[in-house]
């Protein structure tokens, strides 16, 4: 099994939301570090948003700031993204991302640990 799970894809309209979920499938690490990364046919995986889970700070891409937003609560170990006002070019394989070390930031290669993916569709 994957180490981390992620849930809550599905198909929307544009314009809809969606609030992506991410557990850890066993806890053998804190993950200090998580992300988000999307992969849409044909093209390179890219980071979505990252979270620095001891401070709370996030990092997102410029072309994501605005629309997307990643949490964890406090005391928790579920990692959230929130995806408000879906656009068509937002249909992409998700994926999340985790590491035991501090400030991954969105960097791919820096994550360890990687769920299989929840499909968002957007249709228009």
């Known amino acids: 099994q994957a180490p981390l799970v992620e849930s809550g894809g599905a198909s929307v309209q544009a314009g809809g939301s969606l609030r992506l979920s991410c557990e850890p499938s066993?806890?053998?690490?804190?993950?200090?570090?998580m992300a988000w990364f999307r992969q849409a046919p044909g093209k390179e995986r890219e980071p979505v948003a990252a979270?620095?889970?001891?401070?709370?700070?996030?990092r997102y891409p410029d072309s994501m700031k605005g629309r997307f937003t990643v949490s964890r609560a406090s005391g928790k170990t579920t990692l959230y993204l929130l995806m408000n006002n879906l656009e068509p070019e937002d249909t992409a394989m998700y994926y999340c991302?985790?590491?035991?070390?501090?400030?991954?930031?969105?960097?791919?290669?820096?994550?360890?640990?990687w769920g299989q993916g929840t499909q968002v569709t957007v249709s228009s």
């Open positions: 066993t806890y053998t690490y804190n993950y200090y570090s």
């Open positions: 979270l620095d889970t001891r401070s709370g700070s996030a």
């Open positions: 991302a985790g590491d035991p070390r501090p400030g991954r930031g969105l960097s791919m290669a820096n994550y360890r640990y």
